[in-house]
């Protein structure tokens, strides 16, 4: 019975193995193993042609593309409009200056998944290392970190008084760096078990993934997308929709109609937008997950070859929703456009051009402020 169970777990973990996947992309086309399981594997796909191959060289590079540039203008204006009163920061506003962090430092790491997936991996077993590193850590964190901007909301509107003490700037800060502090400890296993080897079949092209320590990578493998899961979609979710409910509930509660339809339509759009960056891409890789463990049957080439399609694609709708963080938590605001405008308004050649728009975004209240002007007139 030992024998028996233990000859299942073999095969499971060489099956594991065959879909370990690339720490960027997480889910690259997989190619027959060097020991040839025939219990495994009933058919042989044609590598020559590579379904995988346009998503790869064109669709991957143009989103990750734009999404990398949106990105870097949107999180680095809102994180140098920060910086610029540093010691001035309210509550909100500590947790956007470290969201804006976490989102700068997972974009950087986006022009080595699209090398990887053109020519491969080219940078050695450092950077390899540490880029899944730093991958998986912004990843998680800037979920959190969205959780704990709703969650700072609940207690500023929900329950105003009584959580005074709660937001103090020093609780804030240590809030965060013990948010940094969890997700590191989570992430670094990835340097662990990520290194650089040859493809299979492509002795030429190799690949970041997670081939070190055999089982243990495989194991790994399948915590990592556990973790995903909860850690970056479901608990952050789950925290969003029970504060940003509860935000709503109060405001219909109140007599101020004009934050109410404010908050509420800001409530919403936050909790659909991060719905529907995320969960088609958590669907995909619990589909693809099962198919690992032998849950979910194989149809063949066509078949994998689709998934993998699909995962590149929702993969890249999940990591345009950091370029879109500025604009949600940001520059709705009107205070924060004013302090971009007139960071702005300091080049030359940008003077006239914004003259007339600064005047405007002065004088005119948006409703967003509005809301803010009563739980402490932050950003959000």
């Not at 680095?76 to 009163?85: I, M, S």
């Not at 899961?229 to 940003?244: D, K, S």
């Not at 935000?247 to 719905?275: M, W």
Request: hydrophobic fraction near 45%; include cysteine.
């Amino acid at each position: 019975m030992v024998i028996h169970k233990r000859t299942n777990m073999d095969q499971i973990t060489k099956k594991v193995t065959l879909y370990v996947h690339e720490f960027l992309n997480d889910y690259e086309n997989m190619t027959e193993g060097p020991d040839g399981i025939e219990t495994i594997q009933e058919y042989t796909c044609d590598n020559k042609k590579n379904p995988l191959h346009m998503f790869h060289t064109v669709f991957q590079p143009l989103v990750y593309g734009v999404v990398f540039l949106l990105g870097l203008t949107g999180n680095g204006l809102l994180l140098t409009v920060l910086l610029k009163r540093r010691h001035n920061l309210r509550i909100t506003e500590i947790y956007l200056l470290h969201l804006a962090l976490a989102d700068l430092l997972l974009l950087f790491t986006f022009p080595f998944a699209v090398t990887q997936g053109v020519a491969g991996w080219l940078f050695g077993t450092f950077l390899c290392k540490l880029l899944g590193l730093i991958n998986r850590l912004n990843l998680v964190c800037g979920s959190l970190l969205l959780a704990c901007i709703g969650f700072d909301r609940y207690l500023a509107i929900v329950h105003a008084i009584p959580s005074l003490k709660a937001r103090r700037r020093r609780t804030v800060h240590l809030t965060c760096t013990l948010l940094w502090i969890i997700c590191l400890s989570l992430t670094i296993p990835n340097m662990v078990f990520l290194s650089v080897e040859k493809e299979d079949g492509n002795p030429t092209r190799f690949s970041c993934s997670y081939h070190n320590h055999g089982i243990h990578a495989s194991n790994w493998m399948l915590t990592s997308r556990f973790l995903t899961h909860l850690l970056c979609f479901f608990l952050p979710l789950v925290i969003m929709g029970y504060c940003y409910t509860s935000i709503i509930i109060t405001l219909f509660q109140s007599q101020r109609s004009l934050e109410k339809q404010g908050a509420i339509r800001l409530a919403l759009l936050v909790t659909l937008v991060f719905c529907l960056c995320w969960l088609p891409y958590n669907i995909t890789v619990f589909m693809d997950t099962l198919v690992v463990l032998g849950a979910m049957p194989e149809q063949g080439c066509h078949a994998r070859a689709i998934l993998q399609q699909v995962l590149i694609v929702t993969e890249s709708i999940g990591f345009s929703h950091c370029c879109l963080n500025p604009i949600l938590y940001a520059f709705i605001g009107v205070r924060f456009r004013r302090d971009l405008l007139q960071l702005l308004a300091k080049t030359k050649c940008l003077r006239v051009c914004l003259s007339d728009l600064q005047r405007k975004s002065v004088n005119r209240m948006s409703v967003t402020e509005a809301v803010t002007t009563t739980s402490s007139n932050q950003y959000i």
